[in-house]
């Protein structure tokens, strides 16, 4: 038996079910959260939580509202973990939904 330790493998992301997504999307800080998510920029749970002006462990729960419903994934590199939108599973199972969520909110900040 090795005594190296293996990575775990990364669970597949759970199917999109419209009425999951459209839940988990009904807060308004979730919202927030995908708006700022959908540029495509890697950015820490913390630096998502300084946007959105939460404190990081809330903004973790938001955050994992969101995978669970198999909205975003989480990307690692190295021991950090980063958000990542499913744009592309979105817009293929739901054409046109993470647009309307882009046009219905605030401008993105660029400066994060």
Do not use: W
């Not at 759970?14 to 839940?23: F, G, N, S």
């Not at 988990?24 to 946007?51: C, F, M, N, W």
């Not at 990542?84 to 739901?94: I, N």
């Amino acid at each position: 038996m090795s005594s190296s330790r293996r990575p775990k493998p990364t669970p597949p992301a759970p199917e999109l079910h419209l009425a999951t997504v459209m839940r988990t999307l009904g807060d308004p800080v979730r919202l927030e959260i995908v708006r700022l998510l959908a540029d495509g920029k890697l950015r820490s749970t913390g630096q998502v939580a300084e946007h959105v002006g939460l404190p990081p462990s809330t903004c973790s729960y938001h955050l994992k509202q969101l995978l669970g419903a198999g909205v975003n994934e989480c990307r690692a590199e190295g021991t950090s973990r980063y958000p990542v939108l499913r744009r592309e599973a979105l817009d293929q199972r739901f054409p046109g939904l993470i647009d309307a969520i882009l046009a219905d909110g605030p401008a993105q900040a660029s400066e994060v």
